[in-house]
Structure formats: structure tokens, C-alpha cells
T-cell receptor, first 115, second 113 residues
């Protein structure tokens, strides 16, 4: 049963610390998305990649957030320095990115709390 | 005004009720419409996918799109406690790799046994 995996599942950190979240997309999927979910804003797209190249990161605060895909099996989202307002659930999703293959498969999320 | 607006809820119904969930949108370029279901402490999963206007039925679920009114709905017949979850509408303007989804904030549904 192919699934998107995310680590860590939970993270508590102090303001100013670096946070790194990791995602392993489903094998064979070439499109990867990073979302942030809060009660106030709902689900917001931060960045997405196709074939490891960033297509759009306009939803991401550039001064503190960065997203990369070192290889096809790993996507990372970093926050440095972290702030309390970054507290949220961060989801990674992957898909085939082809016409007619629109489904995005979400991981279980990383719950981040910045104190 | 956000591009996609969804009733905030929460919504509580008795088992067996018909549930109607709705979203409105402002971007007339949206052509692809989806409903995702998200159980507590899980990631969203695709429930229904429709293109343009019309209805689509899948078991107890019916998705309806009215592009002239910029309004989409999800109907759940004979609701079950297992339907208790947050439902998010999502939509996009084009297909393929270079298109991105815009989500509603979601509505939490509780079906009472």
C-alpha cells in the first residue's frame, strides 16, 4: 500500500530554532506539494515541485522558509528561525502530475508547535 | 474576499440524514472541482472529482457543480457515523503539472448515532 510518509510526526521547539521536516513521496510520483494547515487560514499551498524542480513557492515566506528536493525520494521543508506563528500542521502531498491524473495523495502531516 | 469560501460549520446531524455541504468561488477560470475528506489527525484524501458543470454520483455521495452561479455542493445520503470528518472543497483552473489547487477552509461534520 503506497503512502506518502512524513517525519517527524510531531515537533515542539522554541522560537528561533531551526526546524526540518521531511517527506518521502510515493514511488513514481513526480509532483510534490507542501501545504500548511491552520484553523484560521485552512490549507495553504507553500510550494510545489515537478521532477524535483521548484515550480511555485510564492506561498512561502522566503526569509525563513526553504523547500528542496535533494533526490526523487526526499523533499524537505526548513524553517529558520522558527516563530510561534509557524505553529501549524504541515502536509506533504505527491501526485503523478499528468493530465487526467490529478489526485494528490497526502501524508499524515507534521504537527509543529513553536513556543 | 478569498477565492474559495466554505460554510464554517461545524455541522452535526443524526445518522441517516441527508447532508449538504457547499462552497462558493470567485474565480471564473476554475474548471476542475474536488472534495477531500479529512479524518481527525490525518491527511486529506480525495473523495470526489468533477470537471465543469453537472452532477457526479458515487455511492452515497453526489457532487454538483453550477459554474453559472460559481457554486459547488457535496450531498451525502444516508449519512453514517463513519462520515464524521472535515470536508474540504478544492478547485483549479487547468489540468496537468503546472496547476495548483485552491482549498476551502473545510467544514467539520459530525454524524450522531
Amino acid at each position: 500500500d503506497a503512502r506518502v510518509t512524513q517525519t517527524p510526526r510531531h515537533k515542539v521547539t522554541e522560537m528561533g530554532q531551526e526546524v526540518t521536516m521531511r517527506c518521502q513521496p510515493i514511488l513514481g510520483h513526480n509532483t510534490v506539494f507542501w501545504y500548511r494547515q491552520t484553523m484560521m487560514q485552512g490549507l495553504e499551498l507553500l510550494a510545489y515541485f515537478r521532477n524535483r524542480a521548484p515550480l511555485d513557492d510564492s506561498g512561502m515566506p522566503k526569509d525563513r522558509f526553504s523547500a528542496e528536493m535533494p533526490d526523487a525520494t526526499l523533499a524537505t521543508l526548513k524553517i529558520q528561525p522558527s516563530e510561534p506563528r509557524d505553529s501549524a500542521v504541515y502536509f506533504c502531498a505527491s501526485g503523478l502530475g499528468a493530465v487526467g491524473q490529478e489526485t494528490q495523495y497526502f501524508g499524515p502531516g507534521t504537527r509543529l508547535l513553536v513556543l | 474576499q478569498k477565492e474559495v469560501e466554505q460554510d464554517p460549520g461545524p455541522l452535526s446531524v443524526p445518522e441517516g440524514a441527508i447532508v449538504s455541504l457547499n462552497c462558493t468561488y470567485s474565480n471564473s477560470a476554475f474548471q476542475y472541482f474536488m472534495w477531500y475528506r479529512q479524518y481527525s489527525r490525518k491527511g486529506p484524501e480525495l473523495l470526489m472529482y468533477t470537471y465543469s458543470s453537472g452532477n457526479k454520483e458515487d455511492g452515497r455521495f453526489t457532487a454538483q457543480v453550477d459554474k453559472s452561479s460559481k457554486y459547488i455542493s457535496l450531498f451525502i445520503r444516508d449519512s453514517q457515523p463513519s462520515d464524521s470528518a472535515t470536508y474540504l472543497c478544492a478547485m483549479k483552473s487547468s489540468t496537468g503539472a503546472n496547476s495548483k489547487l485552491t482549498f476551502g477552509k473545510g467544514i467539520t461534520l459530525s454524524v450522531r448515532p
